[in-house]
């Protein structure tokens, strides 16, 4: 039963291959209204437990100016579920506070950044994540997903290429039996050369992609 259900979503992979593309709110940022603003990027995120991810601060005043000097306030809502770890909360001259988010435990949480005044919150999913690993990749192809369960998946693909270069994560929720395609280099907005790419997900998924060389599946990482 099981082989038969892979085999039938396999050839579902090559028959919606132009499906749609999808990211998640990991590229985006959010901002508060008011005189001065607080942009945060990414307003939203995923984590496996232990795992870190960079959150950058924009610090603006009304006219949509840097401000230089300007003391925030970075506060995890439970402190249980996620830490935070700031060097420097006072903005830089470009305007910018950087700092880390640490999953510790299983669990939904958020950290807000506020000045007293503003503020801007990223909402924060911590999981234990199953590590696959795409081998290889072209830059411009499709990756293929399918979520085989019933229940709802987020999956994290991270992009490593032939360089020193760091490409920002995509987060794609799947719903119920959901497959999306996605074009790599549309999805975040950069020609990708070539390499290869980690996905962590939530749950069992199936995927790959189509190369000159034949099918590519997911392999599945023990850890």
């Not at 396999?10 to 291959?17: D, K, M, R, S």
């Not at 420097?88 to 939904?108: A, C, P, R, T, W």
């Not at 980690?198 to 392999?219: A, M, P, Q, R």
Request: with cysteine; net charge negative; hydrophobic share 40%.
């Amino acid at each position: 039963m099981f082989i038969k259900f892979n085999i039938h979503y396999l050839l579902l992979l090559a028959v919606f291959w132009c499906g749609f593309t999808f990211a998640d709110e990991d590229m985006s940022t959010s901002t508060a209204t008011g005189g001065d603003q607080i942009i945060v990027s990414p307003m939203s995120t995923m984590l496996d437990v232990t795992d870190t991810v960079s959150v950058n601060v924009l610090i603006l005043d009304k006219d949509g100016n840097p401000i230089e000097g300007h003391k925030v306030q970075i506060v995890p809502q439970d402190s249980k579920i996620v830490s935070v770890n700031t060097s420097n909360s006072v903005s830089d001259e470009s305007g910018y506070v950087s700092f880390f988010i640490l999953g510790k435990q299983q669990g939904n949480s958020a950290v807000t950044v506020t000045d007293g005044v503003v503020s801007s919150q990223i909402t924060v999913a911590i999981r234990n994540l199953i590590h696959y690993i795409l081998p290889y990749f072209y830059g411009d192809m499709q990756l293929s997903i399918i979520n085989p369960s019933v229940d709802l998946n987020y999956v994290k693909i991270q992009f490593y290429e032939k360089s020193d270069r760091y490409i920002e994560p995509v987060v794609v929720r799947l719903e119920s039996k959901e497959m999306k395609a996605i074009n790599l280099s549309e999805e975040l907005d950069t020609a990708l050369e070539d390499g290869w790419a980690e996905i962590h997900s939530t749950d069992i998924i199936f995927g790959g992609v189509w190369t000159n060389k034949g099918y590519l599946s997911l392999k599945k990482i023990e850890k």
